[in-house]
């Protein structure tokens, strides 16, 4: 989630450069037709990385919004610092967004609402630390909902470490902890008596096991959560989301494509799942460089040979060098991608923005051959 370090408001208006494609009409606008959609294809200029890691060789390019959030404007100074790694979603018509807000404290999940994914209210935090000697008493972030027909659950970051203020950017080890809430904007309440699951020596996630996108599979839920030694995804499953979890013995691809955290879309015209997840690159030092996604038919089986760029310098267009995590949720013929950067060529943890780029429905496969 905060990767250089490890190595996820006031109404803004809507700033940075807009896509002509993106701008018009409301944000669910998009035509539908035989040729419609975004479809994955041949990357024609792929990039290479100094240590070997590997390489997306296809595309599905996102059309970027620019800045639609920025930092500075929270109630109380809660993202004084930046605002970062978001989690999106809808419920009757407004959507909420989770943020990791910086504040003079450390980093809180806090709350900004929107009506059209444009123009956002900033709430606060929906969660504070924890007290000394808990999990989560450096830093209570990361907050990852699901709603299960009658109950709104969160899963988020916890951590007792962070690095020195002012920055004091979450460190390891990086945690699952739970909350309930009582409506899709909260409040929430912490549950400390659930731990969906730890880290463990000796295992892919030895030194983080944080939450990421809940779906539920058959009579069970399953979660991918980020993981590391190296970073990747792995699969927790669970019957009871105030219960234990139990995690696969092994990632969802190999640690080597240094990945981290998941926000997933169902494709039902060809019954394709599509995890959008964040990319490490490597260019004097570790950083997110840029939204990829990976897809299948079969969750519990992913192809690592299947994954696609979305987002990095060469179609953000505010933000050059470094790309923070996506979010993505369906927005009428459209899929929204929410996400955050420091802008221009800054790879900084601090004083993030944070933006929006357009894919059109429905997202295809690579054409077979």
Known sequence: MKTCERL???????????SAWAGEGAPGAGHRGEDSGSRVVAA????????????????L?????GVVFRHGGGPGRCDELGARDVWVYESDGMYYMH??????KGWLACLATSKDLLTWTARGPVLDFGAAGEDDSASASYGVTYFDGRTWHMFYLGTPHTSPAPDLVPSFPYLTMKARGASAGGPWTKQKDVVPFRTKPGTYYADTASPGHV???GDEYLMFFSASMKRTLGIARTRDLDGAWTIDPAPIV????????SSLYFEATDKTWWLFTNHVGIEGGEFTDAVWVYWTQDLNHWDAEHKAVVLDGKNCAWSRTCVGLPSVVKVGGRLAVVYDGPGGESTSHMRRDVGLCWLELPLRRPEEK
């Not at 996820?8 to 807009?18: C, D, R």
């Not at 943020?99 to 003079?104: E, I, L, M, R, V």
């Not at 190999?254 to 955290?261: I, K, R, T, Y």
């Open 215 to 217: 779906v539920k599979h």
């Open 61 to 65: 390019d996102a059309k970027d919004q």
């Open 8 to 18: 996820a408001l006031a109404t803004a208006g809507v700033l940075g450069v807009f």
């Open 99 to 104: 943020y990791d807000g910086a504040g003079p």
């Open 44 to 59: 024609t200029d792929i990039v290479r990385y100094a240590d070997g890691r590997p390489s997306a060789k296809f595309r």
């Open 254 to 261: 190999p640690a080597e494509e240094q990945v981290e955290n």
